[in-house]
Each structure stands twice: as structure tokens, then as C-alpha cells.
């Protein structure tokens, strides 16, 4: 079983940084794409931002330029530096993360969702 723990949300003002962190845990061979999603009230999920293994990274069109997700192989880590916060960016954010476990069974594992709110 792979086990995500997400840190690092809290209430900032708009213009504002934030950099959440999720670590994983658990018998894993292999992270293949790690991500930050995120719901707001009312909305439905987003990807905000993806890296895979392969050095590729995506973007929510929104967050283009302000956020910046990367990834420490070595730790099982992954981060989303949030620069000039908007209240928009309000949200619960989830890491997800998947891979093969060291059984090489393929696994798709979530965060407990972190809360970021954008507000003066």
C-alpha cells in the first residue's frame, strides 16, 4: 500500500506563496507521474500540475507561469511552489502520485488534501 502525506497549506494573502509538499511512502519500485489537483467549493477536481518521470511537466492554463511543481525522485517526493496567489487558487489541494509497486502492481494513490486559502 502507498501512503501520500501532504503539508504546507494555510491562509496567505493574495499576491501571496505557498509550497505544499507530499511525501509517499510504502514498498514502491517506481513513480511514473506525480500531481497536484485541486476542488474548490462547488467546482469540480483539477489537475493544477503534472510531472512525470520522463522530465515532462503540465499546467492548469491558470496557474501558467505562477506555479511550479517538481519532483525528488530519490525522497518519493513531490512539490508545488504557488507564487502570486489569487483568491481564485482557493481550494483543498491533493497530491496524487502513480506507479508500480515493488510487487509490480500498478498503484494509484491520493493525499488527504491540504486547504489553501487565498484571502486578504
Known amino acids: 500500500q502507498v501512503h501520500l502525506v501532504e503539508s504546507g497549506g494555510g491562509l496567505v494573502q493574495p499576491g501571496g506563496s505557498l509550497r505544499l509538499s507530499c511525501a509517499a511512502s510504502?514498498?514502491?519500485?517506481?513513480?511514473?507521474?506525480m500531481g497536484w489537483y485541486r476542488r474548490a467549493p462547488g467546482k469540480v477536481r483539477e489537475l493544477v500540475a503534472l510531472a512525470t518521470d520522463s522530465g515532462t511537466t503540465n499546467y492548469l492554463d491558470s496557474v501558467k507561469g505562477r506555479f511550479t511543481i517538481s519532483r525528488d525522485n530519490a525522497k518519493k517526493m513531490v512539490y508545488l511552489q504557488m507564487n502570486t496567489l489569487k483568491p481564485e487558487d482557493s481550494a483543498v489541494y491533493y497530491c496524487n502520485m502513480d506507479g508500480l509497486t515493488m510487487g509490480l502492481r500498478s498503484f494509484t494513490s491520493w493525499g488527504q488534501g491540504t486547504q489553501v486559502t487565498v484571502s486578504s
Open positions: 510504502g514498498s514502491i519500485a517506481r513513480i511514473s507521474a
